[in-house]
């Protein structure tokens, strides 16, 4: 162990460089995120990720985010484990009904300010389950939906660069309102 | 006693169905059946309902022989097979909910995927509009009495970013008397929209199942197809296939060492395994435009070849993988602390893995050798050299061991693949047989083994596909290895078995 703690030290941080922060998201976001919700919050947003019938493979890629080469929480975002500590809503999947009264109590737990962000494209729209008697389809038929993500599941960066610009988006509004 | 042999023979043989046999048969030999499956002659592979006919999938116990048993519902039931076979019971319990046909016998009456949420009953079977001011009633339960238990609910929305489930633990200050698990929060109503689906949307869905066997559930599904149309595969298809689900096996394995080692708070290996499981993942995208290899598996062949600078890619992961690897698993060996939560815990005695069929590392730690690789076997299974590692301690640890060794087997599988990949088309056009229909296809995924069966219409379309994960006979595993461990190890055993909610919940 001890081997591998030296190379850790001498080899330096495994951690990759940031990427931009989505124009596409930033665009939809400007629009829908309130500026006095921003600024009670700094450069930091807490997730609570939501499993609302998803295959697995959004939360493959959001889990990812988490190690060493993406590193999410160097940009002050981290994922916590109660609704109740969250801003942000991270929701997967198409919303089964099965799945629809636990989410919406979930966003009844969790304080305002808040957003939700759907990931994946079944959060969208059902995607390739649209049209099923046991889904809801989409996130936006249940809750408020601040912002999108999209893919099958969307590669970490995706989510990366979604999230940067929620923060962004975040950030701006709480310096333009001081 | 019959053999599932002579069960066969007194049946009548359908001769549509590909490539294990499949009979239609009567009461007697239904009961016969369960016989087999209680007295371990044979071991259960799945059990679904397609309109008013039950089908019981089953294997002989040396895993060589699979077929299936059909029985046709003439009053809406059939004799149930989990009153005297354990393992069937949430089998039997989901094919009420969905199709309707009542298990004759089966004690326990609750719903198990329906929580009375959906606009319909039976959406598999006779659907009919479920009534309108019906409220779901509360889920009984199974009491566990004595002085001072308490109830830990947990779930479904859960701490981690993980999947949703209910977990009801009853317990005696630390120690846990009764796990109960409540499951079908992620049901999509899958099966439902494969009927009727064009094989190319059908094979979106199959791939989607469970997202971590992606590749797995394409294979399987694919294979059933082709099985169902007389189709014949490219032999290079045949080869990517297997490249594709051995990667995959990887990229979950390191996952999960990583993952369970997390739950026991060193993060240190968690850490190292993550980075070596994104570096799967990269080499998969780069080799095949998917970082979980999603919709690269077809009926008919594969989707995307090998570039030609593939084999340079995966062999730099490999020799990556084996230059850091074994210094993790060292470590993982020779810290005492992290051995002391994994050694002992969660223990799967031999016999409850064998008696319910236990697929993949949760089996093999507990004695069970069943690899659906080896048997009955798929090619290129069958010109690749592999061993199937099996441990009889059945505790996290051996279940860490287990993926260890995999891993091993798998590195040398695909470095095997590297050297004699053969070359040619990687896909084929599909076109039915005559006297062709339905088919199946048991595929050895990270997990365990995942069984497909579907039978098509005229058209070619899906008439009927279900599925079957491998989690089904793992799950309520769980609930037994967890007794008498404390609340605070439950986390490790449940990663240590890693089951699949949404393929399970379908």
Redesign the interface.
Known sequence: MRRMIFKSLVHGPLTETAPAADDAALAELAAQVNVVARRRLGRTLSIREVDAGSCNGCELEIHALNNVLYDLERFGLRFVASPRHADVLLVTGPVTLNMREALERTYQATPQPKWVVAVGDCARDGGVFAGSYACVGGVGAVLPVDLHISGCPPAPLALLKGLLALLDSAERGSSAAI | MKTLRDILEEGQVMAQHRPWPRAVVGEDSWQQAIRLLQEEQCTLLGLWGENEVVHLALIDAQGKEPAILSFECEDGSFPSIGRAHAPAIRLERALRDLSGLDPEGLTDARAWLD?G????DH?LGQARPAEAKRKPKPYAFLPAEGESLHEIPVG??H??????GHFRFSASGETIVRLEERL???????E??LARQTIE?AA??AG?????S?VAYALAFARAIEAAYGAEVPVRALWLRALMGELERLANHF?DIGAICNDAAFA?LH??C??L??QV?RTA?SCFGH??M?DRVVPGGVRADLPREGARMIGGLLAQVRDSFP?LME?YD??ASLKDRTVGTGLLSAKLARQFGAGGCVGRASGRAFDARRTPGYPPYDQLEFEVPVLEAGDVNARIWIRKREIEQSLVMIEQILRELPSGPVCAALSMQPGAGEGVALVEGFRGDILAWVSTAADGRIARCHLRDPSWFQWPLLEAAIEGNIVADFPLCNKSFNC???GH?L
């Not at chain 2, 949420?117 to 319909?120: F, H």
């Not at chain 2, 701490?159 to 949703?164: C, D, S, T």
């Not at chain 2, 989607?208 to 971590?212: A, F, H, K, N, W």
Request: aromatic share 6%.
């Open positions: 929580h949420k959906w606009p319909v959406p479904p929305v701490a981690g970013i993980i999947e949703p079908g929060y992620v049901h999509k109503g899958i439902s929209l949307r979106l869905l989607r199942v469970s997202g971590d992606t996952g240190m850490a190292h993550g980075l499981r994104e993942l995208d970082r979980l999603m210094e470590m020779n810290t699949s909610y949404s919940d």
